[in-house]
């Protein structure tokens, strides 16, 4: 059964760092989601996009953040100059249809120090 | 503004017994769609099961199964027959109004299961 694949599972970075979360949505599917969760706490939806553009994206996507589909496999979060707050699991999510279920990957961890 | 409430933040049940997980929402919409997430430690957010506004028949998923109360704007999530491998964070969840849009959590609740 095709899978929502993420990488890295796990990232460790200081702060002020850079980082880019890569995603490997399910191949038909055209609409793709951030989503993050910090420990502890319920899951936060980032941004949404379609149609190589951001359909949504929330009060917590500020300039810091961006997303790309740099060719027609990868979905990527950039996070510009990470903060301790950004600390988080990353989850990315994709459908087919705007009216089916929104399938996710197995997160990545990062951790800013 | 969508909002998804989970009143319950931790529940236990015997293994082998029945469990009823809550969650309330509220929309203004009239066809939409409810899910349930299941996120056991490695958090991995796993679907567990999906409700359409516009059926008036429950879902089941063999021991998972939710009653819809569409008028009240309830979805709860009974397990039955609970098993060591259900304790987990559960997640309601309801989508955005606009076509592909987000989806809004609820807070979570913990499930545990004693042998």
């Known amino acids: 059964e095709p899978e929502v694949t993420q990488t890295p599972s796990h990232q460790v970075t200081q702060m002020g760092q850079e980082v880019i979360l890569r995603c490997v949505p399910i191949s038909n599917h055209l609409y793709f989601y951030w989503y993050r969760q910090i420990l502890g706490q319920k899951v936060e939806f980032l941004v949404s996009?379609?149609?190589?553009?951001?359909?949504?994206k929330s009060e917590i996507f500020d300039d810091q953040f961006s997303v790309e589909r740099p060719d027609g496999s990868n979905f990527t979060l950039k996070i510009r100059s990470t903060k301790l707050e950004d600390s988080a699991m990353y989850f990315c999510?994709?459908?087919?249809?705007?009216?089916?279920?929104?399938?996710f990957g197995p997160g990545t961890r990062l951790l800013v120090l | 503004a969508q909002t998804v409430t989970q009143s319950q933040p931790e529940m236990s049940v015997q293994e082998a017994e029945t469990v009823t997980l809550s969650c309330t929402y509220d929309t203004s919409e009239s066809d939409y769609y409810l899910f349930w997430y299941k996120q056991p430690p490695s958090r991995q957010m796993i679907l567990v099961i999906r409700q359409e506004a516009y059926k008036q028949q429950n879902a089941t998923e063999n021991r998972f199964s939710v009653n819809f109360q569409k008028a009240a704007k309830s979805f709860s999530l009974k397990i039955s027959d609970s098993q060591l491998g259900d304790a987990a964070m559960y997640f309601c969840?309801?989508?955005?109004?606009?076509?592909?849009?987000?989806?809004?959590f609820g807070e979570g609740t913990q499930l545990t299961v004693n042998p």
């Open positions: 999510a994709s459908i087919r249809d705007s009216q089916e279920t929104q399938y």
């Open positions: 969840a309801l989508p955005g109004e606009t076509s592909g849009s987000r989806l809004t």
């Open positions: 996009f379609y149609n190589n553009e951001i359909s949504e």
